[in-house]
């Protein structure tokens, strides 16, 4: 049984689909990565390397109120990226809840900021 790994790209985290996995998979599922929670939909499935993702958002935790909702490529396009304590760049997004400002970090497969 073959396995296809895909690379997550929030996190970089490999994901693993064998044949089988790949069989119950339709174009616009969605998987959720296990490490950062972040959302890909399914958008071409069509046997052997021939299958791509899109990244739809990431699940997060408010600190502030404790609500979860999803940060979106959109989200990180208009958040200003700043400078955090650690003096790694970080992304200030707004909670929709409760509008707390919440700093993310993340990266990409050579350790250096992405998103």
């Not at 990180?76 to 707004?94: F, H, M, N, Q, R």
């Not at 809840?97 to 700093?103: D, K, L």
């Amino acid at each position: 049984m073959t396995t296809l790994e895909i690379d997550c790209p929030v996190c970089a985290e490999v994901l693993e689909l064998t044949d089988e996995d790949r069989a119950e998979l339709q174009v616009g599922d969605v998987i959720v990565c296990d490490s950062c929670n972040a959302e890909m939909e399914v958008t071409r499935n069509e046997g052997g390397e021939d299958f791509e993702l899109e990244l739809l958002g990431i699940l997060t935790v408010c600190p502030s109120c404790g609500e979860e909702f999803d940060v979106t490529d959109d989200m990180l396009s208009e958040a200003p990226t700043v400078e955090g304590a650690d003096g790694k760049a970080v992304s200030i997004v707004t909670c929709p809840h409760c509008r707390a400002r919440i700093e993310l970090e993340f990266e990409d497969e050579e350790g250096s900021r992405a998103g």
